[in-house]
Every structure is written in structure tokens, then in C-alpha cells.
């Protein structure tokens, strides 16, 4: 009987202990709450509160409460810990228990970090005690309590300006007019609303159905004021006269703005207002809000960092009482971009190119500075701020020489303008000299029947003996395509490589590279059309501009560069590539190609200009039996006596306009 006494206390003390040890500790209760929080399971999280937190708030309200709360402040890296314990209270029996906690996270406003006790309830359950979390808003942010909202505001940096090499803005934050109108006053001095209102799209050039979609937003009232549109800034007059109706009001504000619009769109680009995609995708969104505006094109794109600044964030409680601030980081205006470009020459060559599909790219041969890059047709930056004409908007999207679309940093076939490039390589290479006459007879040269079918054609018979000055003036293919092939593919693809071929140009504003071939030089007939230009190599109008410094700094390549604070030290891109008497030489047969009678540039003649430069036509044939093909006329030209301007010029389909001669008639225009 006692051995069987003895077994059943046994039995009921494993028992007991049993029961015990599926008790859950305080501290095992916040862990499991704190895992709950850090994954931002706020769901989980009310499924731990005790009672009496549930009965203050519902589980659809808590979960949507603090979730919003969270998103708008940007919450990242949310770390919740739980504290020491000391043994004194791991071994405590009370009912409730304070354990520490440490909370830090990153906001849109920047770190926020505290401590806070939480207070844990223990509960009887059917599987033993469970511990519960007595909520406290608190635990969000330290200075949030009762029913009190958190805030997040923002201020939109000052976006810095882009300016031209004398300090003239290319694009600035200027003030201009916002209409709006006072939906209860719009009848008035014997006007009808309605007569108002036709008046108002009249002056304004604008629908009277926009019109009126914006007075029927659900927020409008007869008393407030709804903008309509914001005018540009030399648009004040037309506010004036707006103005003078019945209910149409002006205010100031400040938008985006792009001096030379068409003439320099392509380079500075434009801001557009940021969508949701970019809040919720872009690596960089903590620095925007939903009123924020973003480079999308050009240098405002290149730029943005620079341009944008930090925006200003405040996080902060708002109750009736006060203002508590939980976060904030100060807004930091953007910096200006200090370019090279040279507004008037900017403006001249779009004068010159305006009606054409083309582009061009002026640089200072001797310090690389980029003084224009123009591409054409082109389009105004301004309306993509201030508002697009419906039917002007749908005609430059469907015109097929992409407007919208920049050109002097793509590539094209050069023509006949890579020819002086071909006698550079060849006087490095000695396969040539200045003076050094080559014998060519009749029109067409086959290489002695090594190049079976094929032949190289030259325009003009006249001369037997062909030196370096009278090739350049006559453009001679059969010449500079022999110089290419005595030069060996090998050698002729390193020297054009040492002009900055197949190499990415380290340039502010993003341009293609310039390719020699598109599987190499595996054939002498490639070999020899690459040397006076008709082979498969391509080059941006800004390169080939750079491709011609040698000729006026003793065989160096300079840099080109748009940035005012590079241009101060003008950068050697490749030194040597050519020996200064050859760079001489090339400068005397260009001068020929434009001041000999028998030059292509020498028309239209023009008293006291002193340019050196050489002619390209690139023919777009589908085959060499297309009879229809297209052509691009090319001109390169420099200034051989001030020595302060250098212009690459491209024109398409220059077919039936002369062919390269009506790109010479307009680069000549611009040195005028």
C-alpha cells in the first residue's frame, strides 16, 4: 500500500511538472510578439494583445492603422529587440511584468530609435499560461499616444539650373502665372457662366471640355480656386487678359523652363512629374513624393542627382494640443550643371539644320570644350511642362525622323570625313608620306585581281600622281583605300582604335561608341572600303568632331568635354596619333578641299573665312546595284586660323538637295 502511495505521488508530481513546463515565459512571449513586429505582421501581432488592447481597437482597424503608418514613413530595417532580463525578474511569478525593448528603424525622415518597456499579462489557457502584450501606440513611435495621426510632409528642393559656358540659363526654375477660376463668380458683368467660360478656352487655347472636366472634380466647390493652366513665362500678357473676366484669377508659381526650347531640346532634356511605377520601383524613390518631378531625358536625366538636391522630410504626431516631431532631415537644394555649350553657336547651327533631319556637334579644337550639340527636326521641352497641342503632339510622334529623339550621339557612316583619318594611320604607320606620290590609272583599282569582282571607283581620272594634299582635295577613293590596305587590317584597326574607336567615349553625356567593323577587318575589299569610308565603319557627329583635334595640336587627340569645370584643363584623349609634320600636311589638304576650285567644300565661296575641312557622302544602299538609295552629306570643318571652333555636321537625305554640298553651304553659315 505505501510502495503504491509512493508511485502515485511520483506520478503526479511528473505531472505537475508537465503542466509547468508548458507555461510560456514573459520573455518567450515578447520574443514571439517581437518576431511577429519585425516582419511587420501586424495581423499576428493583434492575435497576442491582451483583452482589454483588443476591446479599444478592432483587428481590421489596428492592422490598416499601423501598416499605414509604417508605409508612409518609409519604414526600412525595422529592428525590434527585446532587453536583458535579470534573473530576479526571469523568475518573477507575478501576473504582469515591464520587459525592455529597444526599436530602431530608417524613414523617408531618417533614423528613429528609443527604448520602451512593454507590459506582457499573463493568461490562463486550456495548454497552460500564455503571455499578452498590453498595446500602447507608443511602441510605434515613443511620442505617439491615444488617437493622435502621424504626418509625413515633404519639401521639394530647389532643382538646380543648367547653364551655358557664360553663365546663361539653358534650363532654370522660373516664376510664371497659374489661371485658375472661381467657379462662383463666372457669371458676372452681364456674362453668362457658360459665356465665361468659351471666352476663357479661347484666350487660353484650350478645350472647353478640359474645362470642364476640371470644375467637376469631386473636390470643388463655388468658393475655391481651380487651376486650369500654368502659362510660360513670356506668356504674362495673355494672363492679364484672362484675367479680366469674371472668376478667372492669377497666382505665381514655379515651373521648369528651357530657354532656347527646340534649338537645345535634345540636350537639356525635361522634367516630367513622377508616377506611381517610379515610387514603387526606383532604387532612389525616398527622395521623391507623389508631387515630385523627375529628369526624363537629356541633362536633366544625366544630371538628376546633381539637379534634384534632397528633398526635406518631417515625420511628426498631430493632435489638437501640439506637434510632436518623430523625424526630419533638412531639405538640400540641387546644384546647378555648368556646361561648355555656347548658347549663340547652339542657336546658329539649329538655325541652319532646323528644316532638315540632322545633327551636329561644335567643339573648341584645343580644349575639347563642347560649344553645340543640335539634333533635328526637333521639338519644344516646354510643352511637356506648360502643355502639348493635341494635334502637334500626335504629328512629331509619327514623323518618321524621330523628333523626341536625340542624333549627335548616335552613330552613322562617316563617308569620305574618315578619309583624313586613314592618312593619319597611314603616315604613323610609314606607309605613306606627305609628299610621297602614288601612281593610279584610270577610274577603278581591283588590287591587281585580288579583289576578284569587286573594284574601288574614284570620281575623277585626271591625276596619275596622287600625293596626300591633291588626295584630300579630290577625295580620292582609289588612294586612301590602297593606303588602308598597304596599312594591314591589323595595324589600320589599332590605329583607328588610337582615335578612340571601339573605346566608350568618357563624356557627360551618354554617346554610342564609334566601331571600326562588325566582325573585324577579316577581308582586304572591307579593308579598302573602310578606308575612304564605305566600309561598316560608324561614328557619332560629337567623335568625329574630337577625331579631327590632331590636326591642330601636333598629332594629340583632345578629349571633348561638356562640363565647364573639365574644360578649364583640357584633357590629351590619345597622344601621338599621328606625327605633327603629317597633322600639318592633313591641315594644308584640307584647306584645299575648301579653298581649291577643285575641293568639294569650295562652294558656295565666301571671302575671309579661313576653314580647313573635308566632305562625306555615306551611301544607304540595300545593295551596291541600288540605284535609289538614300545619302547622308557630311561636312567637317575647323577654323585653321583662330583655331577656337571645330563643327561636325550631318544631314540626311541629302539626295536631291546636292548631296554634301548643302551641308558645306550651312556649316560655312555658321563660321559666317
Known amino acids: 500500500m505505501k510502495r503504491l502511495a509512493a508511485?502515485?505521488?511520483?506520478?503526479?508530481?511528473?505531472?505537475?511538472?508537465?503542466?509547468?513546463?508548458?507555461?510560456?515565459?514573459?520573455?518567450?512571449?515578447?520574443?514571439?510578439?517581437?518576431d511577429n513586429w519585425n516582419s511587420q505582421d501586424f495581423d499576428k501581432m493583434y492575435s497576442q494583445l491582451t483583452e482589454e488592447s483588443q476591446q479599444d481597437i478592432t483587428k481590421e482597424a489596428f492592422v490598416k492603422r499601423y501598416t499605414d503608418i509604417y508605409e508612409q514613413a518609409g519604414v526600412t530595417d525595422l529592428k525590434v529587440k527585446v532587453g536583458e532580463v535579470s534573473e530576479e525578474e526571469a523568475k518573477s511569478d507575478a501576473d504582469t511584468q515591464q520587459l525592455p525593448l529597444s526599436v530602431s528603424m530608417q524613414t523617408v525622415a531618417g533614423e528613429v530609435a528609443f527604448d520602451k518597456d512593454a507590459e506582457l499579462v499573463k493568461v490562463d489557457g486550456e495548454d497552460g499560461a500564455a503571455w499578452k502584450v498590453n498595446w500602447d501606440p507608443s511602441y510605434i513611435f515613443a511620442q505617439l499616444n491615444g488617437e493622435e495621426s502621424v504626418r509625413i510632409s515633404s519639401i521639394e528642393p530647389e532643382r538646380g539650373r543648367i547653364?551655358?559656358?557664360?553663365?546663361?540659363?539653358?534650363?532654370?526654375?522660373?516664376?510664371?502665372?497659374?489661371?485658375?477660376?472661381?467657379?462662383?463668380?463666372?457669371?458676372?458683368?452681364?456674362?453668362?457662366k457658360d459665356e465665361t467660360l468659351n471666352q476663357v478656352a479661347e484666350i487660353l487655347e484650350m478645350d472647353r471640355e478640359e474645362i470642364d472636366s476640371l470644375l467637376e472634380q469631386s473636390w470643388v466647390t463655388?468658393?475655391?480656386?481651380?487651376?486650369?493652366?500654368?502659362?510660360?513665362?513670356?506668356?504674362?500678357?495673355?494672363?492679364?487678359?484672362?484675367?479680366?473676366?469674371?472668376?478667372?484669377?492669377?497666382?505665381?508659381?514655379?515651373?521648369?523652363?528651357?530657354?532656347?526650347?527646340?534649338?537645345?531640346?535634345?540636350?537639356?532634356?525635361?522634367?516630367?512629374?513622377?508616377?506611381?511605377?517610379?515610387?514603387?520601383?526606383?532604387?532612389?524613390?525616398?527622395?521623391?513624393?507623389?508631387?515630385?518631378?523627375?529628369?526624363?531625358?537629356?541633362?536633366?536625366?544625366?544630371?538628376?542627382?546633381?539637379?534634384?538636391g534632397e528633398i526635406g522630410w518631417k515625420i511628426y504626431t498631430d493632435s489638437s494640443e501640439e506637434q510632436e516631431i518623430i523625424a526630419e532631415t533638412e531639405v538640400q537644394n540641387g546644384e546647378d550643371v555648368e556646361t561648355t555649350i555656347d548658347s549663340e553657336t547652339q542657336k546658329e547651327i539649329y538655325n541652319q539644320l532646323k528644316d532638315d533631319s540632322g545633327a551636329s556637334a561644335a567643339i573648341d579644337p584645343k580644349t575639347g570644350a563642347t560649344l553645340a550639340l543640335v539634333s533635328t527636326p526637333s521639338y519644344d521641352p516646354n510643352n511637356f511642362i506648360f502643355g502639348w497641342d493635341a494635334e502637334e503632339y500626335e504629328?512629331?510622334?509619327?514623323?518618321?525622323?524621330?523628333?523626341?529623339?536625340?542624333?549627335?550621339?548616335?552613330?552613322?557612316?562617316?563617308?569620305?570625313?574618315?578619309?583624313?583619318?586613314?592618312?593619319?594611320?597611314?603616315?604613323?604607320?610609314?606607309?605613306?608620306?606627305?609628299?610621297?606620290?602614288?601612281?593610279?590609272?584610270?577610274?577603278?583599282?581591283?588590287?591587281d585581281g585580288k579583289f576578284g569582282d569587286y573594284s574601288v571607283t574614284r570620281v575623277s581620272s585626271s591625276l596619275s600622281d596622287v600625293?596626300?594634299?591633291?588626295?584630300?582635295?579630290?577625295?580620292?577613293?582609289?588612294?586612301?583605300?590602297?593606303?588602308?590596305?598597304?596599312?594591314?587590317?591589323?595595324?589600320?584597326?589599332?590605329?583607328?582604335?588610337?582615335?578612340?574607336?571601339?573605346?566608350?567615349?568618357?563624356?557627360a553625356f551618354p554617346t554610342k561608341a564609334s566601331?571600326?567593323?562588325?566582325?573585324?577587318?577579316?577581308?582586304?575589299?572591307?579593308?579598302?572600303?573602310?578606308?575612304?569610308?564605305?566600309?561598316?565603319?560608324?561614328?557619332?557627329?560629337?567623335?568625329?568632331?574630337?577625331?579631327?583635334?590632331?590636326?591642330?595640336?601636333?598629332?594629340?587627340?583632345?578629349?571633348?568635354?561638356?562640363?565647364?569645370?573639365?574644360?578649364?584643363?583640357?584633357?590629351?584623349?590619345?597622344?601621338?596619333?599621328?606625327?605633327?609634320?603629317?597633322?600639318?600636311?592633313?591641315?594644308?589638304?584640307?584647306?584645299?578641299?575648301?579653298?581649291?576650285?577643285?575641293?568639294?567644300?569650295?562652294?558656295?565661296?565666301?571671302?575671309?573665312?579661313?576653314?580647313?575641312?573635308?566632305?562625306?557622302?555615306?551611301?544607304?544602299?540595300?545593295?551596291?546595284?541600288?540605284?535609289?538609295?538614300?545619302?547622308?552629306?557630311?561636312?567637317?570643318?575647323?577654323?585653321?586660323?583662330?583655331?577656337?571652333?571645330?563643327?561636325?555636321?550631318?544631314?540626311?537625305?541629302?539626295?536631291?538637295?546636292?548631296?554634301?554640298?548643302?551641308?558645306?553651304?550651312?556649316?560655312?553659315?555658321?563660321?559666317?
Open 7 to 34: 508511485v502515485l505521488f511520483i506520478v503526479s508530481a511528473l505531472f505537475l511538472l508537465s503542466a509547468c513546463s508548458d507555461d510560456q515565459s514573459a520573455k518567450d512571449g515578447l520574443n514571439e510578439f517581437v
Open 395 to 447: 504629328k512629331l510622334s509619327n514623323n518618321e525622323n524621330s523628333p523626341f529623339s536625340a542624333k549627335f550621339n548616335k552613330t552613322y557612316a562617316p563617308g569620305s570625313t574618315i578619309k583624313p583619318l586613314t592618312a593619319a594611320v597611314g603616315l604613323e604607320n610609314g606607309v605613306i608620306t606627305p609628299d610621297e606620290a602614288k601612281h593610279i590609272e584610270g577610274k577603278t583599282w581591283d588590287n
Open 163 to 192: 547653364l551655358d559656358a557664360n553663365g546663361a540659363e539653358l534650363a532654370f526654375n522660373a516664376t510664371v502665372p497659374s489661371i485658375g477660376l472661381i467657379p462662383g463668380q463666372l457669371e458676372a458683368d452681364g456674362k453668362t
Open 467 to 507: 600625293d596626300l594634299e591633291n588626295a584630300l582635295i579630290t577625295s580620292d577613293n582609289i588612294y586612301f583605300a590602297m593606303t588602308a590596305v598597304d596599312t594591314g587590317a591589323e595595324n589600320f584597326q589599332k590605329g583607328l582604335e588610337s582615335f578612340g574607336f571601339d573605346e566608350e567615349l568618357d563624356y
Open 515 to 672: 566601331s571600326v567593323s562588325n566582325d573585324g577587318l577579316n577581308s582586304e575589299t572591307l579593308l579598302a572600303d573602310s578606308g575612304y569610308g564605305q566600309g561598316q565603319v560608324l561614328m557619332s557627329p560629337l567623335h568625329l568632331a574630337a577625331a579631327y583635334t590632331p590636326f591642330l595640336n601636333d598629332g594629340n587627340l583632345i578629349k571633348p568635354t561638356l562640363l565647364k569645370s573639365k574644360a578649364a584643363e583640357p584633357a590629351v584623349w590619345h597622344e601621338d596619333v599621328l606625327p605633327a609634320d603629317g597633322a600639318n600636311a592633313i591641315t594644308e589638304g584640307l584647306r584645299g578641299v575648301v579653298e581649291d576650285e577643285r575641293g568639294s567644300a569650295h562652294q558656295p565661296a565666301v571671302d575671309g573665312l579661313t576653314i580647313a575641312g573635308k566632305t562625306g557622302t555615306a551611301e544607304l544602299k540595300q545593295s551596291k546595284d541600288d540605284e535609289n538609295g538614300k545619302e547622308n552629306g557630311w561636312f567637317v570643318a575647323y577654323d585653321y586660323d583662330k583655331q577656337d571652333m571645330l563643327i561636325s555636321m550631318m544631314i540626311e537625305d541629302v539626295q536631291d538637295k546636292g548631296g554634301s554640298h548643302y551641308t558645306v553651304e550651312k556649316v560655312k553659315n555658321v563660321f559666317k
Open 222 to 308: 463655388d468658393e475655391v480656386n481651380v487651376p486650369i493652366k500654368t502659362l510660360r513665362p513670356d506668356e504674362r500678357d495673355l494672363a492679364k487678359e484672362v484675367t479680366a473676366l469674371p472668376g478667372v484669377q492669377s497666382t505665381e508659381t514655379t515651373s521648369r523652363f528651357y530657354t532656347l526650347g527646340e534649338a537645345a531640346a535634345h540636350l537639356t532634356g525635361y522634367v516630367k512629374k513622377v508616377d506611381a511605377d517610379f515610387l514603387e520601383e526606383d532604387d532612389n524613390a525616398s527622395n521623391y513624393s507623389s508631387t515630385s518631378y523627375v529628369g526624363s531625358t537629356g541633362l536633366e536625366s544625366v544630371f538628376e542627382d546633381k539637379l534634384r
